[in-house]
């Protein structure tokens, strides 16, 4: 009778959540029936290709993560947040999940790379979304959509995606990795947080993953009321497998340090620059032969000194991009080279640039001179050169000429204070505040150059075009 008594009670049958769902959950340990209609699938993109060369040759020891991840998109909780510390694996796992999404699901995706500096903020994250998104839907962004109400591009698209795989039975997922790495704040003042651009009320259809470490806290920007601050959140054990590429990319940061002029001089460029130079770019620098710079960046820094196919600024052609393989390694390599050192290396990058500003900005000038360089004199506050290089009429219309059709002949319309406001707003990211100090002006009259010079360059796209849409916001999340 005793043993009887003791005996545990027969445990009830778990739950079956199906409201407002079209998926469900079996059971303690995450096995998923999966009723969503057809194949996973992920956006036919540019931006895949960026995903693909983060993601591992295999991933090894998630199993669990990954079912837990499958069973949250069957769930009715719109976000959750994965939170771990440094090297623990984060962005491996997600990047394989993106790659391998469940039956039933759409996912775009974003990875934040602090280490490479145009793919660390807001606007990167809109343009990347932009462009996923689109795919999806099946649709054709005019060029106009890179300048200009951005973001109620990027908020109807997603909100439209989501409805539209709601309708056939799916989900749309978006996955964000380095939520704790984005460098918006700190690029420009005004300039959103990408958090701050998370659905606040998000579609029925629509999931949210997002990934980072636990600090820093949220951006003051996203609401009280937003979902991010009240979301499940996951930890994420650290992956054994990750714990060993870091401590051997550490070591081979040392090896570096200590090796050849040559591996030196890679490793101080890479790091001075913030991400973004292409081999021709450090050929350049260095007068080292082609060969000898593959051969450093494939053999003795290929764990510390990473690489990425992205889009050059006109999205025309591609070309590969060279960073440090981790933000710890781009602390550690800054402290390592010391102050003179680095300073040494951005001046050679400042005399790359001056080459091309002497020329007047050619055609054949460096995707990097075109973007990365200004993001790297913001974060490092080199004010006297970004003003120079904000201010560059030659290098504004080198930018300027990379839009096609419609836009570019709607900017070159515009009088000459506004087209130079509207360019520092819209394209380059500068703030009202900071665009008054670089133009010499109030803050109002600032802002009444940008503010009317969007309204005239979206009369001109009209006049252009009569049928398009102009101008409208997408309804508030």
């Known amino acids: 009778m005793d043993a009887i008594a003791n005996e545990p009670e027969p445990r009830k049958p778990a739950d079956i959540q199906v409201r407002n769902s079209q998926g469900f959950v079996i059971g303690e340990h995450a096995q998923v029936t999966n009723i969503f209609s057809g194949a996973g699938r992920i956006a036919g993109s540019a931006y895949l290709e960026q995903v693909r060369e983060i993601a591992p040759a295999d991933l090894l020891g998630r199993e669990t993560e990954l079912s837990d991840l499958t069973a949250f998109c069957a769930e009715d909780s719109p976000y959750t947040w994965w939170q771990a510390g440094p090297w623990a694996g984060k962005s491996a796992l997600l990047s394989w999940f993106v790659l391998h999404p469940p039956d039933g699901m759409d996912v775009a995706a974003f990875f934040v790379t602090a280490r490479l500096a145009a793919q660390a903020d807001s606007t990167a994250f809109s343009e990347a979304l932009i462009e996923q998104l689109a795919s999806f839907l099946g649709e054709q962004l005019p060029a106009s959509a890179a300048i200009g109400n951005r973001d109620a591009h990027r908020r109807l698209l997603l909100r439209t995606a989501a409805q539209r795989a709601h309708s056939a039975g799916r989900r749309l997922v978006l996955v964000i990795d380095g939520l704790d790495e984005d460098r918006s704040r700190q690029m420009a003042e005004g300039l959103p947080s990408i958090a701050s651009l998370l659905p606040r009320r998000p579609e029925h259809g629509l999931r949210v993953i997002v990934s980072g470490r636990p600090d820093p806290e949220i951006p003051g920007d996203v609401p009280d009321d937003h979902p991010l601050r009240h979301c499940s959140v996951q930890h994420l054990a650290v992956s054994p497998h990750a714990t060993d590429i870091e401590r051997l990319a550490k070591d081979e940061l040392r090896r570096v340090l200590r ?219």
Request: aromatic share 6%.
């Open 259 to 477: 090796g050849s002029t040559a591996e030196r001089d890679l490793l101080g460029l890479v790091t001075a620059s913030l991400g973004g130079l292409t081999r021709t770019d450090l050929a350049s620098m260095t007068a080292l032969p082609p060969h000898e710079i593959e051969d450093i960046l494939t053999g003795v820094t290929g764990r510390t000194i990473s690489s990425r196919v992205v889009d050059d600024p006109s999205g025309a052609s591609e070309h590969r991009v060279h960073f440090l393989a981790h933000d710890t390694l781009q602390t550690e390599a800054e402290r390592s080279l010391g102050t003179a050192l680095l300073a040494h290396y951005r001046q050679k990058l400042h005399d790359w640039a001056n080459h091309y500003r002497e020329s007047n900005w050619p055609e054949e000038t460096p995707a990097y001179l075109l973007g990365g360089y200004l993001r790297m004199l913001q974060t490092t506050e080199d004010r006297r050169r970004v003003v120079e290089l904000a201010l560059d009429e030659d290098r504004r219309d080198r930018i300027i000429d990379a839009f096609a059709g419609d836009i570019l002949e709607a900017l070159r319309s515009l009088p000459g204070e506004y087209r130079t406001a509207v360019y520092l707003h819209e394209i380059e990211n500068f703030s009202m505040q900071e665009i008054a100090e670089i133009m010499g002006v109030h803050l109002e009259l600032a802002r009444h150059r940008v503010l009317e010079g969007r309204e005239q360059l979206r009369l001109a796209l009209a006049q252009q075009n009569p049928e398009r849409r102009a101008g409208g916001a997408a309804p508030s999340e």
